[in-house]
């Protein structure tokens, strides 16, 4: 570990003592550690459970873990949970994403801890061996995330307007829905339909696919532009991805316990 006895708010390193948790610094450096950890571990345990649930719709509402609603057409058996495949794609997409990735080997691997904290091992091999190999697979997980994405926005706009797009969901009794539904579960899909989107767009793989490889920007304007706005989300990578990962379970714990009639914020209780 580096000697960073000049830095701020640090203190000598006794000579010889390295390791696991050693550190010059003084701030609480574990706080953020602490925090990614219960963080992770509550909101992934609960989709890891949410999809073994069922019950992921309610009228017009469709949960972000059963989405698209055609493949509870074809995985209806009860040995395959329905939410399995966009649950695959959920988790895979998160845990090979390079925020994600910074989060989790620190809070769950301590490797390492934090900046300028002393971790176990003493070298380093990168993501060149199984598993850790398996990261590379992050651009074909955005591939898949982002056609999930399109029934993500079909779902809300399904839920905002009823009547044009719940039919083909199998939604009952929208019939005595207004034409525009603006409630409480159509704009919680639509919120989260949107955080889902900047994640995305701010993904480094996609601002690589759509701009960053090319060497001279200037001969593709176009180009240039997506990479822009992609760059433009991949500055708050890490917001969007808790913030996007919060409204994914916030929204399927909202059309659950409607579903169940334990709560709900509809101005109208018609669905069964
Ligand atoms: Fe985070 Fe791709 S790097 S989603």
């Known amino acids: 570990?580096?000697?960073?006895?000049?830095?701020?708010?640090?203190?000598?390193?006794?000579p010889g003592k390295a390791g696991l948790g050693v550190t010059q610094r003084q701030d609480p450096w574990w706080a953020e550690w602490v925090?990614?950890?219960?963080?992770?571990?509550?909101?992934?345990?609960?989709?890891?459970?949410?999809?073994f649930l069922g019950k992921g719709q309610w009228g017009p509402y469709l949960s972000p873990f059963y989405s698209p609603h055609f493949m509870q057409l074809h995985t209806g058996k009860p040995w395959i949970p329905v939410a399995l495949v966009p649950l695959i794609v959920i988790i895979g997409f998160r845990a090979t994403c390079y925020y994600y990735r910074k989060s989790y080997?620190?809070?769950?691997?301590?490797d390492p801890p934090a900046c300028a904290v002393g971790e176990a091992r003493e070298n380093y091999e990168g993501e060149t061996k199984f598993p850790f190999i398996i990261q590379n697979a992050h651009r074909y997980f955005m591939i898949l995330a982002s056609f999930f994405l399109i029934f993500?926005?079909?779902?809300?706009?399904?839920?905002?307007?009823?009547?044009?797009?719940?039919?083909?969901?199998?939604?009952?009794d929208t019939e005595s829905l207004p034409f525009v539904n603006l409630a409480f579960g159509s704009i919680l899909m639509l919120t989260n339909v949107v955080l889902l989107t900047g994640y995305t767009f701010g993904c480094h793989s996609l601002r690589h696919l759509v701009g960053g490889k090319n060497d001279c920007m200037s001969c593709a304007p176009s180009l240039q532009a997506?990479?822009?706005?992609a760059s433009g989300f991949?500055?708050?990578?890490?917001?969007?991805?808790?913030?996007?990962?919060?409204s994914v379970c916030l929204t399927d714990l909202y059309i659950r316990l409607s579903g169940m009639g334990l709560l709900t914020f509809e101005p109208w209780k018609v669905f069964k």
Do not use: C, E
């Open 105 to 110: 080997y620190r809070a769950f691997f301590a």
């Open 226 to 229: 997506g990479w822009k706005a």
């Open 152 to 172: 993500l926005w079909w779902d809300a706009i399904g839920a905002l307007f009823p009547h044009l797009l719940s039919k083909h969901m199998g939604a009952p």
């Open 1 to 14: 570990m580096a000697d960073v006895s000049n830095a701020p708010g640090t203190q000598p390193l006794a």
């Open 234 to 246: 991949n500055a708050k990578h890490m917001q969007w991805a808790w913030a996007s990962l919060i």
């Open 35 to 51: 925090g990614v950890a219960a963080g992770l571990g509550l909101l992934f345990g609960y989709a890891g459970v949410a999809a």
